[in-house]
């Protein structure tokens, strides 16, 4: 019977021994994984900020075909939300705070005792956005109880977090990796004067140089207090589709003729009829789908002038947009009518420079 009773206060000497050690143990956790993208800040920020989105990417979610997901009317920006039940139970994450396109608190609601906080920070380097996710926390007995039993509970919560980076970079990726074409018919385009730059290069240096002559016209323009009255736009003078080369100008346009000096020239577009197409996306779909351009044309019955300069007017641009899916290039090839003789001198001519 002693026996008995020297077991039993070993035992509850244990018992106390270990809840004094659980909890005098620190509660506090934050756990974080970091990934780079080769994505703008900007997309990464709103498709984060978008529960609806999350779908695409949530590790839990991933693991969990059962879960079924509930969104409230608001999605986006602070007080949004989404609850979901699965095998795990239910749960919600609701958005408390935003510093746009740099971070997000939101808060995640297990139906415990205790709310645990979610965190997003976004760090733009080079071309690239540094993002760490994580959670952060206080657990109470109880829960230090089951960490300590489980063991390994902050390395599984690391592991999801980097799937879900790993998934989230698919997703952004591929959310700007697509494109659309608008056949918008025939249109009389006015022209007007533009300041410009001209240079021949390979297809694929093209978007390089483009970039520097648009930059160097935008700083001559704001050295001279000169504003544009339209959208940037690139004239096509000569395309050698066999050696993959191109002859174009990058051009601003701008109210009146301007007498210019240095490397920033004046030209003149003559008003022009044309075939007017949109194209939605990245610019990486251009040089590929203009076949496709001249093919729609000729088979709604028009015919483009030989040798004829189109234009692309990028309406929207990354200084616009950041997300290559929301660029819009409205593009113009000139085609022949009924008043339009066989000598297409305007057309064939490179832009008119200063005088």
């Given at each position: 019977m002693r026996?008995?009773?020297?077991?039993?206060?070993?035992f509850?000497?244990?018992i106390?021994?270990?809840?004094v050690?659980?909890?005098?143990?620190d509660?506090?956790?934050?756990?974080?994984?970091?990934?780079a993208?080769?994505?703008p800040?900007?997309v990464?920020f709103?498709?984060v900020?978008n529960y609806?989105?999350?779908?695409?990417?949530?590790?839990?979610?991933?693991?969990?075909?059962?879960?079924?997901?509930?969104?409230p009317?608001?999605?986006s920006?602070?007080?949004a939300?989404?609850t979901w039940?699965?095998?795990g139970g239910?749960g919600s994450v609701k958005?408390?705070?935003?510093?746009?396109?740099?971070a997000?608190?939101?808060?995640i609601?297990l139906?415990?005792e205790?709310?645990s906080e979610?965190?997003?920070?976004?760090?733009?380097?080079?071309?690239?956005?540094?993002?760490?996710?994580?959670?952060?926390?206080?657990?109470?007995?109880?829960e230090?109880?089951?960490w300590?039993l489980?063991g390994?509970?902050?390395?599984d919560?690391a592991?999801?977090?980097?799937?879900?980076?790993?998934?989230?970079n698919?997703?952004v990726l591929?959310?700007?990796?697509v494109?659309?074409?608008d056949?918008?018919?025939?249109v009389?385009y006015?022209?007007g004067y533009y300041l410009?730059?001209?240079v021949?290069c390979?297809?694929?240096?093209?978007?390089?140089?483009?970039t520097?002559?648009?930059?160097a016209?935008?700083?001559?323009?704001?050295?001279n207090?000169?504003?544009?009255?339209?959208k940037?736009?690139?004239?096509?003078h000569?395309?050698?589709t066999?050696?993959g080369?191109?002859?174009?100008?990058a051009?601003v346009p701008?109210?009146?003729?301007?007498?210019?000096?240095g490397d920033?020239?004046?030209?003149?577009?003559?008003?022009v009829t044309?075939y007017?197409i949109i194209?939605k996306g990245?610019?990486k779909?251009?040089?590929?789908s203009?076949p496709?351009?001249?093919k729609?044309l000729e088979?709604?019955?028009h015919?483009?002038?030989?040798k004829?300069?189109?234009?692309?007017?990028?309406?929207?641009n990354?200084?616009?947009?950041l997300?290559?899916?929301?660029?819009?290039?409205e593009?113009?090839i000139?085609?022949?009518?009924?008043?339009v003789?066989?000598?297409t001198t305007?057309q064939?001519?490179?832009?008119?420079?200063n005088?």
């Amino acid at each position: 019977m002693r026996s008995l009773k020297y077991i039993f206060f070993f035992f509850l000497a244990l018992i106390i021994g270990a809840s004094v050690y659980v909890a005098t143990l620190d509660g506090s956790y934050n756990i974080s994984v970091s990934r780079a993208m080769k994505v703008p800040a900007e997309v990464i920020f709103k498709n984060v900020n978008n529960y609806k989105n999350w779908e695409l990417w949530n590790p839990w979610q991933e693991l969990d075909k059962t879960t079924v997901t509930s969104y409230p009317q608001q999605t986006s920006g602070v007080g949004a939300s989404f609850t979901w039940t699965g095998i795990g139970g239910l749960g919600s994450v609701k958005t408390i705070s935003t510093t746009p396109n740099q971070a997000l608190i939101q808060e995640i609601d297990l139906r415990k005792e205790r709310k645990s906080e979610m965190y997003w920070e976004l760090l733009k380097f080079n071309d690239s956005t540094k993002v760490t996710w994580g959670i952060r926390g206080n657990n109470n007995f109880s829960e230090k109880i089951n960490w300590l039993l489980k063991g390994d509970v902050e390395i599984d919560i690391a592991q999801k977090l980097t799937r879900g980076l790993e998934l989230l970079n698919e997703a952004v990726l591929k959310e700007m990796d697509v494109y659309s074409i608008d056949y918008k018919g025939v249109v009389d385009y006015g022209g007007g004067y533009y300041l410009y730059q001209t240079v021949a290069c390979k297809n694929e240096d093209a978007p390089i140089k483009m970039t520097k002559m648009f930059s160097a016209i935008t700083s001559y323009m704001t050295a001279n207090q000169l504003s544009a009255s339209g959208k940037p736009f690139t004239l096509n003078h000569q395309i050698d589709t066999v050696n993959g080369t191109v002859l174009f100008s990058a051009c601003v346009p701008v109210r009146e003729r301007i007498i210019t000096e240095g490397d920033v020239l004046t030209g003149y577009l003559e008003p022009v009829t044309a075939y007017k197409i949109i194209f939605k996306g990245n610019y990486k779909f251009l040089p590929a789908s203009w076949p496709n351009f001249y093919k729609n044309l000729e088979n709604d019955g028009h015919i483009s002038v030989e040798k004829g300069q189109s234009f692309e007017v990028y309406t929207i641009n990354p200084n616009d947009n950041l997300n290559p899916a929301a660029w819009l290039t409205e593009i113009y090839i000139p085609i022949k009518t009924d008043e339009v003789l066989e000598d297409t001198t305007i057309q064939n001519q490179p832009p008119v420079l200063n005088e």
